[in-house]
């Protein structure tokens, strides 16, 4: 079975450090990842997926095949990132499982 | 474009009432989603359709209903609502062409007293 597993519900730290959103997953097949993002008071959007290898708003996210890992990654984290994070893995074609979120604060 | 709509955005329900989620979207997409959502939890599927007269369920499909007679269309029926059913409840759309991206309407959120 399908399986997204974020193991952090609640990530603080101050502005210009480093940050690393964790997702860990579990797929029999080749997977599909995406990181989706809720800013306070906007519906879910999509942030990035994997297989286009981009970075957005300064965050980056490598799939990891051998350790089943897609962390959401930024050098310098700043005030506005500060939101919820899913994690999602798209399977059997068109259905998604999302991972549990984890809360982003980034401090002044 | 408004994107994905739903209505109502909130509702209390007493246990036992019925009531119908609807959700609307003007992107021409084949695949809409219905998921549900309780606190601390991520979102899970409820149901889904790829296309106009055809739904299938998602993880969590009991004591909820839906149809897709338009593209536009996918309204979650609720029967006899229970508090377990308490949650926020988000619809979605995509094109179903890869890579996908879903678009997600702003929520309704439902309590069952």
């Known amino acids: 079975a399908q399986r997204v597993t974020q193991p952090e519900k609640l990530l603080s730290v101050f502005k210009g450090a480093p940050v690393e959103l964790k997702c860990n997953y579990s797929?029999?097949?080749?997977?599909?990842l995406f990181w989706y993002v809720q800013y306070s008071r906007q519906r879910l959007q999509l942030l990035l997926r994997h297989i286009s290898r981009e970075s957005i708003k300064g965050f980056t996210a490598d799939l990891n095949k051998g350790e089943t890992s897609f962390h959401l990654k930024k050098p310098f984290a700043q005030e506005e990132d500060s939101a919820m994070y899913y994690c999602a893995l798209l399977y059997n074609f068109n259905k998604f499982y999302f991972g549990s979120g984890t809360k982003l604060n980034v401090k002044p | 474009n408004a994107g994905v709509t739903q209505t109502p955005k909130f509702r209390i329900l007493k246990i036992g009432q019925s009531m119908t989620l609807q959700c609307t979207q003007d992107m021409n997409h084949n695949y809409m989603y219905w998921y549900r959502q309780d606190p601390g939890m991520g979102l899970k599927l409820i149901y889904y359709s790829v296309g106009a007269g055809i739904t299938d369920k998602g993880e969590v499909p009991n004591g909820y209903n839906v149809s897709r007679s338009t593209t536009e269309d996918f309204p979650l029926r609720l029967e006899l609502a229970a508090p377990s059913q308490t949650s926020v409840y988000f619809c979605?759309?995509?094109?179903?062409?890869?890579?996908?991206?879903?678009?997600f309407g702003p929520g309704t959120r439902l309590t069952v007293l």
């Open positions: 979605a759309s995509s094109s179903g062409e890869l890579p996908d991206t879903q678009y």
């Open positions: 797929y029999s097949g080749s997977p599909e």
